[in-house]
T-cell receptor, first 112, second 113 residues
Framework: SQTIHQWPATLVQPVGSPLSLECTVE??????LYWYRQAAGRGLQLLFY??????ISSEVPQNLSASRPQDRQFILSSKKLLLSDSGFYLC???????????FGPGTRLLVL | KQEVTQIPAALSVPEGENLVLNCSFT??????LQWFRQDPGKGLTSLLL?????REQTSGRLNASLDKSSGRSTLYIAASQPGDSATYLC????????????FGKGTSLLVTP
């Protein structure tokens, strides 16, 4: 069976510090991978998606970047965090064969 | 740009009641529509998925309908239980988008004993 992991679960960072959130998927190959952010009072916003290693599409201009160094690894990064980067970050995977997406447990980020 | 709206934003009902959650979307060109459940501080769990060619899907006490031409979907929960308390999210999958989903803001449901 497939599983998706995210870490850390919770993170408190000062403004201006760097960020690295990691997502890994087990039990499947060549998945589509997604990063979403859920901010207070807002719906889930798609940040990035990837259909293969090194292939990243960005949905909104922002202070964040994403990378996919391995088939089942997806990383969300920032060089300098802003207060507005606070939120709940969710990683998900899907595929051409799977109609739905499967979500990880999320990382709660608080920027102070 | 696809906009997904969910009404109501929050709902509180006594245990045993039947209830309806609403979802509307602005662009009828969708690939499918899904309903997810999110418990506080957790990830999302898919409940029901309706293909664009389908009218409804059922799973246990849950029934979701889709009227693509009018841009509406409803999630019907029968005989609600306290364990149903969660946020319910509606999401549409546009065609040719890298299979990314457009989410509504969700309906926060509280079922009281």
């Amino acid at each position: 069976s497939q599983t998706i992991h995210q870490w850390p679960a919770t993170l408190v960072q000062p403004v201006g510090s760097p960020l690295s959130l990691e997502c890994t998927v087990e039990g499947t190959s060549n998945p589509n991978l997604y990063w979403y952010r859920q901010a207070a009072g807002r719906g889930l916003q798609l940040l990035f998606y990837s259909v293969g290693i090194g292939q990243i599409s960005s949905e909104v201009p922002q202070n964040l970047s994403a990378s996919r160094p391995q088939d089942r690894q997806f990383i969300l990064s920032s060089k300098k965090l802003l207060l507005s980067d606070s939120g709940f970050y969710l990683c998900a995977w899907g595929s051409l064969q799977k109609e739905t997406q499967y979500f990880g447990p999320g990382t709660r980020l608080l920027v102070l | 740009k696809q906009e997904v709206t969910q009404i109501p934003a929050a709902l509180s009902v006594p245990e045993g009641e039947n209830l309806v959650l609403n979802c509307s979307f602005t662009d009828s060109a969708i690939y499918n529509l899904q309903w997810f459940r999110q418990d506080p501080g957790k990830g999302l769990t898919s409940l029901l998925l309706i293909q664009s060619s389908q009218r409804e899907q059922t799973s246990g006490r849950l029934n979701a309908s889709l009227d693509k031409s009018s841009g509406r979907s409803t999630l019907y929960i029968a005989a609600s239980q306290p364990g149903d308390s969660a946020t319910y999210l509606c999401a549409v999958r546009p065609p040719n988008s890298g299979y990314a989903l457009n989410f509504g803001k969700g309906t926060s449901l509280l079922v009281t004993p």
